[in-house]
């Protein structure tokens, strides 16, 4: 397949019976398999560059010089930290995003595009994060026995804040979102949402081909802003029942209060490692004779600090995401009682969008935050065997 050649499975007839495609299975093996492998680099590049940053004495050095109030520098130094990020991260980022997404045929936009989102991100990315260094300084400087609490409940409001504003502000910046015209399709999952009891505000399609040959979709939002949210190339490629039995799997999330379970437990989690990482960073700034917790000079060392504490716990929040999928693919199951569309839709999916369908166990088990694609079949064959034994 020449590169940059788009790799859609071919398109099956809706009634004809679906496999999984060995051929784009391998490919998505390779796929994974190099994109791992240059994240492990790239983190582990960037460990060593952080380390030495923080105890060479670099970091203090830099800071001496920028002689502004702690919050000033914080955020500065933050700025001039994230425009070195971005410089290094920059050629993983494109070969791992644009040149692998183009040669393994999940990419379809243009170079130009691929950059303009990249600068869109790394826009947002600053704009937050030094919004964000800079109150966290300036509230270790007012409050530094309880920073790291008053810290904890300021990102819970800003967590929320996101969720509301994501579906109407960020995700049409990279993705253009349009009502789904009426039709069959817009009838149908306007009726399951009445009949479930579950309010929405509209159904939009995302053009994920302007990026793309993955497919999606989601109830996005809370609220007045909730919305179903389907993929153009969800819409072209799947029957109705196939649709509507993904999206009972989304609307189990709402039934079973799972964006707040997920949350309260997100929540907890942090509030831990915002504890135990407040208490290591104190001990090593005495350590390291930083002039105060909010030296930003110490910036680098409280970054690694979270980031390890994140990584560590990041097992236990994919076992938990893992249990709600799973408890979501049975409420489709039982609602739609369609385990066949239920199977033919994640056999497009792992086809489509070049999933691995058994990812090895210990990959599964620290970083997949949904059941593998054998475990849903598998769960579909004994939901079906159950339902005939029932009816006997």
């Known amino acids: 397949?020449?590169?940059?050649?788009?790799?859609?499975?071919?398109?099956?007839?809706?009634?004809?019976?679906?496999?999984?495609?060995?051929?784009?299975?391998?490919?998505?093996?390779?796929?994974?398999?190099?994109?791992?492998?240059?994240?492990?680099?790239?983190?582990?590049?960037?460990?060593?560059?952080?380390?030495?940053?923080?105890?060479?004495?670099?970091?203090?050095?830099?800071?001496?010089?920028?002689?502004?109030?702690?919050?000033?520098?914080?955020?500065?130094?933050?700025?001039?930290?994230?425009?070195?990020?971005?410089?290094?991260?920059?050629?993983?980022?494109?070969?791992t995003g644009?040149?692998?997404?183009?040669?393994?045929?999940?990419?379809?936009?243009?170079?130009?595009?691929?950059?303009?989102?990249?600068?869109?991100?790394?826009?947002?990315?600053?704009?937050?994060?030094?919004?964000?260094?800079?109150?966290?300084?300036?509230?270790?400087?007012?409050?530094?026995?309880?920073?790291?609490?008053?810290?904890?409940?300021?990102?819970?409001?800003?967590?929320?804040?996101?969720?509301?504003?994501?579906?109407?502000?960020?995700?049409?910046?990279?993705?253009?979102?349009?009502?789904?015209?009426?039709?069959?399709?817009?009838?149908?999952?306007?009726?399951?949402?009445?009949?479930?009891?579950?309010?929405?505000?509209?159904?939009?399609?995302?053009?994920?081909?302007?990026?793309?040959?993955?497919?999606?979709?989601?109830?996005?939002?809370?609220?007045?802003?909730?919305?179903?949210?389907l993929s153009d190339t969800m819409v072209d490629r799947y029957s109705i029942p196939e649709i509507e039995v993904i999206m009972y799997h989304e609307i189990a999330h709402q039934q079973h209060n799972d964006m707040l379970r997920l949350f309260s437990l997100q929540a907890a989690v942090l509030f831990g490692v915002l504890a135990v990482g407040g208490a290591i960073f104190s001990y090593l700034s005495n350590a390291m004779e930083y002039s105060g917790l909010s030296d930003p000079a110490g910036l680098p060392l409280l970054g690694g600090i979270l980031a390890v504490l994140l990584i560590g716990i990041s097992p236990v929040l994919s076992l938990f995401t893992r249990k709600l999928e799973k408890q979501a693919d049975e409420f489709a199951l039982n609602i739609s009682q369609n385990p066949s569309a239920f199977r033919t839709a994640m056999t497009r999916l792992v086809n489509q969008n070049l999933a691995e369908a058994e990812p090895s166990n210990w990959l599964e088990r620290l970083t997949q935050d949904h059941p593998s694609y054998t475990q849903r079949i598998r769960l579909a064959d004994e939901f079906e065997k159950r339902r005939s034994v029932d009816r006997g």
């Not at 105890?55 to 001496?64: A, C, D, N």
């Not at 991100?121 to 609490?149: C, H, K, N, Q, R």
């Open 98 to 229: 644009y040149v692998l997404g183009k040669r393994y045929g999940v990419l379809s936009q243009t170079r130009q595009t691929f950059f303009a989102d990249a600068a869109k991100s790394f826009l947002i990315t600053l704009v937050m994060g030094v919004l964000l260094v800079a109150a966290v300084y300036a509230v270790m400087g007012a409050w530094p026995d309880i920073w790291w609490l008053l810290v904890w409940l300021g990102f819970l409001a800003v967590s929320m804040g996101m969720t509301f504003i994501a579906p109407i502000w960020l995700i049409p910046l990279f993705y253009p979102m349009k009502p789904l015209d009426d039709g069959e399709l817009k009838t149908s999952l306007t009726e399951l949402c009445r009949r479930i009891g579950v309010f929405v505000r509209g159904i939009y399609i995302i053009e994920l081909s302007a990026r793309g040959t993955a497919a999606n979709a989601a109830l996005m939002g809370l609220g007045r802003t909730r919305r179903i949210v």
């Open 1 to 95: 397949m020449p590169e940059g050649e788009l790799a859609l499975p071919p398109e099956d007839t809706l009634n004809s019976p679906l496999g999984l495609d060995t051929e784009r299975q391998q490919k998505a093996r390779d796929y994974s398999r190099l994109q791992r492998r240059f994240a492990y680099i790239q983190t582990g590049i960037i460990a060593i560059a952080a380390s030495f940053l923080i105890f060479s004495g670099l970091s203090s050095e830099l800071t001496s010089h920028l002689g502004l109030p702690p919050v000033w520098s914080a955020g500065i130094y933050f700025l001039l930290l994230a425009f070195v990020y971005e410089i290094f991260s920059l050629p993983f980022g494109y070969y």
